[in-house]
T-cell receptor, first 114, second 113 residues
Framework: KQEVTQIPAALSVPEGENLVLNCSFT??????LQWFRQDPGKGLTSLLL?????REQTSGRLNASLDKSSGRSTLYIAASQPGDSATYLC?????????????FGAGTRLFVKA | NAGVMQNPRHLVRRRGQEARLRCSPV?????VYWYRQLPEEGLKFMVY????????ESGMPKERFSAEFPKEGPSILRIQQVVRGDSAAYFC???????????FGQGTRLTVV
């Protein structure tokens, strides 16, 4: 059974710091992995989607990596800003049948201090 | 090109009442998924529907919860006789086919008082 874990659960950093959010999953047979941002009381904003055949994806100050063999993904945020404060969710889409059941981690709550 | 639209955004119900949550998928998408997010937890899969058919409802509570996706109109998640434990954010996602990326709506926040 696929399980997704995110560490740390919460993180507080000063503005300008580079940071890494971690995601681990138990079954390497995945279709893709996606990072979302969720603001308090709001919906999900997709940040980066990494297909199973890819190693990383980049968008602006964000870089996500995927290592299927070790069951890990990291989201790197460069030069953090107060506007980056949000909860970051890692979501894994399993391979094979039942792949529509995206499995979410509990999230990392990030607070960037001005 | 509207994304996934959910309404209402916020819903307050008294214990024992019924809650109806609506989801209009992206135009042209025939696959709809519902997820529930309890406070301080990640999103959990509830049900997957494809026009007029429930494909997988393994994440749905056995009682009081039902979902439909009629030929015309939005998908509806219905919760009968709500209890305080049903208070959560309910998210809907849609995709054009089962193996393509799903897009999420803004969610409906249900509060049971």
């Amino acid at each position: 059974k696929q399980e997704v874990t995110q560490i740390p659960a919460a993180l507080s950093v000063p503005e300008g710091e580079n940071l890494v959010l971690n995601c681990s999953f138990t079954d390497s047979a995945i279709y893709n992995l996606q990072w979302f941002r969720q603001d308090p009381g709001k919906g999900l904003t997709s940040l980066l989607l990494i297909q199973s055949s890819q190693r990383e994806q980049t968008s602006g100050r964000l870089n996500a990596s995927l290592d299927k063999s070790s069951g890990r993904s990291t989201l790197y945020i460069a030069a953090s800003q107060p506007g980056d404060s949000a909860t970051y969710l890692c979501a894994v889409r399993p391979g094979g049948t039942g792949g529509f059941k995206t499995i979410f981690g509990a999230g990392t709550r990030l607070f960037v201090k001005a | 090109n509207a994304g996934v639209m959910q309404n209402p955004r916020h819903l307050v119900r008294r214990r024992g009442q019924e809650a109806r949550l609506r989801c209009s998928p992206v135009k042209g998408h025939s696959h709809v998924y519902w997820y529930r997010q309890l406070p301080e937890e990640g999103l959990k899969f509830m049900v997957y529907l494809q026009k007029e058919n429930i494909i997988d409802e393994s994440g749905m509570p056995k009682e009081r919860f039902s979902a439909e996706f009629p030929k015309e109109g939005p998908s509806i998640l219905r919760i009968q006789q709500v209890v305080r434990g049903d208070s959560a954010a309910y998210f809907c996602a849609s995709s054009p086919t089962v193996d393509t990326e799903a897009f999420f709506g803004q969610g409906t926040r249900l509060t049971v008082v």
